[in-house]
T-cell receptor, first 116, second 115 residues
Framework: ETGVTQSPTHLIKTRGQQVTLRCSSQSGHNTVSWYQQALGQGPQFIFQYYREEENGRGNFPPRFSGLQFPNYSSELNVNALELDDSALYLC???????????????FGAGTRLSVL | EDQVTQSPEALRLQEGESSSLNCSYTVSGLRGLFWYRQDPGKGPEFLFTLYSAGEEKEKERLKATLTKKESFLHITAPKPEDSATYLCAVQASRTSGGGADGLTFGKGTHLIIQP
C-alpha cells in the first residue's frame, strides 16, 4: 500500500508568480484535503476535494484553487503569490464512506514553498 | 468557529519522566478528535482518533483520553525517539446540505526528551 506522495519537495518562487503543487492519494482513498502550515503553527485547512469537486473550503482567497483527477490525485494552484504564502503545503487523503475509518486523514511529507 | 488550544507550547522531559499534553477544544458538534505526531520537515503522522467522551486509546508509551471539553495525551516513560511536535485536531459534524471534513488544528506541543 503506497502512502501519500507530494511533489515537488521544495520550490522557490517570486512574488506575483503562479505555482502548482501535486499530490497522489494513498491507495484506496478517494478524498483529498490541502493544508497550509506556517512555521511554528498548526496546519490550516485550505479545501477538500471529493469526486473531483470542491467539497468545502477554509478561510483562503479564490487565488487558491485546486483540482482532483479521476485517479484521485490532486493539484493545488496558487496565483499571484504573496510573501505570506511561504509555508509548508500539506496534502492529506482519506476514504469517504461508512465506518469511522473514513474520518482519518493521512498526510504526505509536504511541499516547502518559499516566495521571494 | 471551531477552536483548538494546546498546552504547554513546549515541554522538556528527562528520559523516563512521564507527563501529559493538553488539548482544549470548542466545536459545533464533535465528529472526531485526532492526535498527530510531526517530526521536523515532515508531514503529520496519525496517532489516534477519539469520537466520544470517555473514550481512551493506547499505543506503546502513548495514551489518549477524551472529555467533552478536552483531550489529554499521556506519555509514560518516554524515550528520546518520542521527541517531536504533537498536534491535536478536531473535525466538526457536517451540517445538512454541505460542509467540509477539514480538520482544525492547534499549534502543537513541542516535546523534547533528554537522555
Amino acid at each position: 500500500e503506497t502512502g501519500v506522495t507530494q511533489s515537488p519537495t521544495h520550490l522557490i518562487k517570486t512574488r506575483g508568480q503562479q505555482v502548482t503543487l501535486r499530490c497522489s492519494s494513498q491507495s484506496g482513498h478517494n478524498t483529498v484535503s490541502w493544508y497550509q502550515q506556517a512555521l511554528g503553527q498548526g496546519p490550516q485547512f485550505i479545501f477538500q476535494y471529493y469526486r473531483e469537486e470542491e467539497n468545502g473550503r477554509g478561510n483562503f482567497p479564490p487565488r487558491f484553487s485546486g483540482l482532483q483527477f479521476p485517479n484521485y490525485s490532486s493539484e493545488l494552484n496558487v496565483n499571484a503569490l504573496e510573501l505570506d504564502d511561504s509555508a509548508l503545503y500539506l496534502c492529506a487523503s482519506s476514504r469517504a464512506g461508512t465506518g469511522t475509518a473514513k474520518n482519518i486523514q493521512y498526510f504526505g511529507a509536504g511541499t516547502r514553498l518559499s516566495v521571494l | 468557529e471551531d477552536q483548538v488550544t494546546q498546552s504547554p507550547e513546549a515541554l522538556r522531559l528527562q528520559e523516563g519522566e512521564s507527563s501529559s499534553l493538553n488539548c482544549s477544544y470548542t466545536v459545533s458538534g464533535l465528529r472526531g478528535l485526532f492526535w498527530y505526531r510531526q517530526d521536523p520537515g515532515k508531514g503529520p503522522e496519525f496517532l489516534f482518533t477519539l469520537y466520544s467522551a470517555g473514550e481512551e486509546k493506547e499505543k506503546e508509551r502513548l495514551k489518549a483520553t477524551l472529555t467533552k471539553k478536552e483531550s489529554f495525551l499521556h506519555i509514560t516513560a518516554p524515550k528520546p525517539e518520542d521527541s517531536a511536535t504533537y498536534l491535536c485536531a478536531v473535525q466538526a459534524s457536517r451540517t445538512s446540505g454541505g460542509g467540509a471534513d477539514g480538520l482544525t488544528f492547534g499549534k502543537g506541543t513541542h516535546l523534547i526528551i533528554q537522555p
